[in-house]
């Protein structure tokens, strides 16, 4: 998996190559007064890169602290499966099997999974 330092890495660079290759082209055709306004645009566009990157690849864009959450089995979890907290599809794992929509609650957090257990009711 890719890691954060690395999509910043690379957003950055095609930012920078883009705000150089704007400079020499507004330069060129002798409009200025272009400059800061494409750069606001690149770096707003950069910024929208990271985010799309970040959530693609499945990493939360902010720290969230989702223990103890409470969500609901979409598969049956064992092994592995899916449950949905806060609106948001989670790979989920249990030491328990949890059937297909059993309410469930969020023990601890590892990347895009989380240890969900059944809640008893």
């Known amino acids: 998996m890719v890691d954060k330092k690395e999509i910043v890495i690379r957003v950055l660079v095609f930012s920078i190559v883009y705000v150089l290759i704007t400079v020499v082209v507004v330069s060129y055709f002798g409009q200025e007064w272009l400059l800061i306004p494409v750069f606001i645009v690149i770096v707003v566009w950069g910024i929208y890169v990271y985010r799309m990157n970040v959530k693609v690849l499945g990493m939360p864009v902010q720290s969230m602290e989702i223990d103890g959450l409470e969500g609901?089995?979409?598969?049956?979890?064992?092994?592995?499966?899916?449950?949905?907290?806060?609106?948001?599809?989670?790979?989920?794992?249990?030491?328990?099997?949890?059937?297909?929509?059993?309410?469930?609650?969020?023990?601890?957090?590892?990347?895009?999974?989380?240890?969900?257990?059944?809640?008893?009711?």
């Not at 794992?93 to 609650?105: A, D, H, M, N, Y």
Request: glycine share 8%; net charge negative.
């Open 72 to 121: 609901k089995a979409l598969t049956d979890v064992h092994e592995e499966g899916k449950v949905k907290v806060r609106g948001e599809i989670w790979n989920a794992r249990s030491l328990q099997e949890i059937e297909r929509g059993t309410k469930v609650r969020v023990v601890t957090r590892d990347g895009i999974t989380l240890e969900v257990e059944p809640v008893e009711d």
